[in-house]
């Protein structure tokens, strides 16, 4: 067969065909999170009568919570991360031996982290932690590497690398809290715990987010790129949000953390005025129910910013801290994450499906509706509910709801396991 | 020697975009098809610099032009100017999209 002959084109299609991971790369991270989003909601029931009152501290809130955010949230990132980041830098992961051992010290890191902290087992937190920080950081160098090398979108670079530092922060603050747990080293623990959250959140999560939102959201809605320059005016509201919100976490100064939010605020909007257009010029009108939940955190997003202002300007009466976790884990982050992995798994497993001579199937025939359906009624139950009991104080209702989320993450483990089953079968 | 890039653009129809669900000429992406110098040269882009799918839809349209290019070189060229925006995508290529 002839091959590419003009240079340019030859130098990036061999660029881009190494830059496919073996589809086991990023589906074990997949696998990961609905295994842990499973785990989390049971949680949810299990802590129940303790998570309207949550303060920062160990106990079995901080251990459920670290099922969300390391167990869902930081297993999917790196599982996006580590498949879309080389495509969109053009630069393949120096290697994919890092990329699968991530995997085997961040998830038996998180069960054990979690149970150390939910019953006070020091050994087994102490050891959950080092591994679980280990796969972090080592997720932190592969990605590092590749933006390093990074030649074009530039909107999806600089988020990656505010991501990027922000991991490796979040790590050295989450090992200076356990120090401190022990030790008692910190001035301040609750601000360096804001802070370690506010990097998790907006830092890491946010900035991963917002970033590839840039790519998948008109790639899925067949829709023209937004404006570069805009979106980096965007994460330029949003990086100075992220530092002014750490600063004024760690210095305990809420003017300085209001003003973070203002800031990240101001990012937000243009974020999503880019996406607003882009969704208006798109071409495939019908984006199915996944944009249901995509659309959904979107709001929650600017919401939780702004809980947060008043809560650092000491004007929201009660159970801030709960309040703003569910708004902004529940409401956006999962939300959103969960939206956006009904359409990733499916695109993935038809990438992986086809083979020299084989088309690959549509995605659509991988995707089954049903589970979807199941798990987004149990969704919007179990965050409201969850958001309500919150801020009645009804145990009662977060156990509830709790129940409600564990019979959603099934439905999801079962369409996530059927896509893979399906990716298998096909032709 | 028309015929063979008439030929060869039917051959393009072939490849479908998984997740768009439209076939790559019918989705705007194949820019030109030409005879240079007695080479046909089918010049495409993708939805996205960072379409993960572009490789895999660039194997598909090589496998088509060989089926149709018999003795002819050919050679497919990746472009990203002028970027690919909706508005190339064809009549037929809208209404399958239920525009």
Known sequence: MNRPANPAAASFLGGAKSRLLPASIPLRYFGGAVF????????????????????????????????????????????????????????????????????????????????????????????????????????????????????????????????????????????LLVVDQHHGILASRNGIGAAHAILAVYGFMGMLALGFSYVLVPMFGLAPAPSTRAALASFAFAAAGLALGVIGAVLAQPVILAAGAAAGLCAIALHLRLMAAAMQARMRKRLGPSFVLVRIAWACLPLSLILGALMALDLWPWRGPALFGALALLGWLLTFLLGMLQRIVPFLASMHASGPGRAPPLVSSLTAERPLEIHRYCHFAAVTGLIAGIAGDWPLVVQISGAAGAAGAAAFAWFFIGTLARMRRAP | MSDIVDRARDALKSVMDPEAGLNIVDLGLVYDIALEDGRLVALITFTTEACPVGPRLVEEAEQALAAVAGAVPFEIRVTFDPPWTPERITPDGRALLGQ
């Not at chain 1, 459920?64 to 495509?87: E, K, Y």
């Not at chain 1, 102490?126 to 979108?153: E, I, K, Q």
């Open chain 1, 36 to 175: 842990f989003h499973l785990a989390f909601w049971l949680g949810v029931v299990w802590a129940a009568p303790e998570i309207p009152n949550f303060a920062i501290g160990p106990g079995r809130v901080l251990a459920v919570l670290h099922l969300l955010t390391l167990g869902v949230f930081a297993a999917t990132a790196f599982g996006a991360a580590f498949q879309l980041l080389p495509v969109a830098t053009k630069q393949p992961l120096r290697a994919e031996w890092p990329a699968r051992l991530v995997a085997w010290l961040l998830f038996p890191g998180i069960v054990l982290f979690a149970v150390g902290i939910a019953e006070t087992l020091h050994i087994p937190a102490a050891l959950g932690g080092v591994l679980s920080a280990a796969g972090v950081m080592l997720a932190g160098v592969l990605l590092a590497d590749n933006l390093a090398r990074a030649r074009g979108m530039a909107s999806v670079v600089v988020h990656g690398w505010v991501a990027v530092a922000s991991l490796f922060a979040i790590a050295a603050l989450g090992f």
